[in-house]
C-alpha cells in the first residue's frame, strides 16, 4: 500500500543519508572479550570516540541470563557525573536508543550500522539513580523482512527490580548489500 511504499522510501534516504558521513569503523560495533567484572557479559566496544554513543561510557550486553528468556537482549550501562540531574531523561532516552542496536548485535538479527530507529516511545516510570548500573531488557516482539519491532524495560537495582522506563521501537534493519543503497 501507498503508506507503507511511503515509509520505506524515508527509511531508506535515512540510511542512504547516515552511510554517507560514516566511515567503515562507525558501522561495525564490535562485542569484544567477556567482562572481568560481571561474569557472563561481554563489553560492548565502540570503535569511534567521537560517536554519540560513547557520551554513554562504559557498556555491557549478554542475552537472558538470571531468569530472562535468551530473546532477551540486555544492556548495561554505568551512570557517571556527565549524567546526572538523577539520570537525565535525555541520557536514558539515548541510552534506550543505543540498546536497540546492542539488542540486534546480540540477539544475531544482523549488523546494525545501517540500521535506524524509525519510532522511540519512552515512558518514564522511576528516577533512575546515578549510584548504580541502567539495565535495558529489549525484546523482539515482531520482525518483517526491513523492520524490527521492539519493547523493554529500562530497570535499576542488585535484581533488575525497579523499574525506569518502558519503551517500544521500530527499527528500519539494514539493506543486506551495499548496492540496497541506491
Request: proline residues 4%; glycine residues 8%; aromatic residues 8%.
Amino acid at each position: 500500500n501507498f503508506r507503507d511504499q511511503e515509509d520505506d522510501r524515508r527509511a531508506r534516504n535515512l540510511i542512504r543519508t547516515q552511510a554517507l558521513f560514516m566511515t567503515e569503523a562507525e558501522r561495525n560495533f564490535i562485542i569484544s572479550d567477556p567482562d572481568p567484572d560481571y561474569p557472563g557479559w561481554s563489553t560492548w566496544v565502540l570503535n569511534d570516540p567521537d560517536c554519540y554513543n560513547s557520551f554513554l561510557g562504559r557498556m555491557i550486553v549478554r542475552r537472558g541470563g538470571d531468569g530472562l528468556d535468551e530473546d532477551i537482549a540486555r544492556v548495561r550501562m554505568f551512570p557517571e557525573r556527565k549524567h546526572r540531574n538523577v539520570v537525565h531523561g535525555g541520557t536514558m532516552m539515548g541510552f534506550i536508543d543505543c540498546s536497540l542496536f546492542a539488542a540486534m548485535r546480540v540477539l544475531e538479527l544482523g549488523p546494525s550500522g545501517y540500521a535506524v530507529t524509525l519510532e522511540l516511545q519512552t515512558h518514564f516510570i522511576g528516577a533512575a539513580r546515578m549510584t548504580e548500573p541502567l539495565e535495558a531488557q529489549v525484546e523482539i516482539t515482531r520482525e518483517t523482512g526491513r523492520f524490527l519491532f521492539m519493547r523493554g524495560l529500562v530497570v535499576q537495582g542488585e535484581n533488575a527490580e525497579d523499574n525506569m522506563a518502558s519503551f517500544t521501537a521500530i527499527v528500519k534493519k539494514a539493506p543486506n548489500q551495499k548496492t540496497d543503497l541506491q
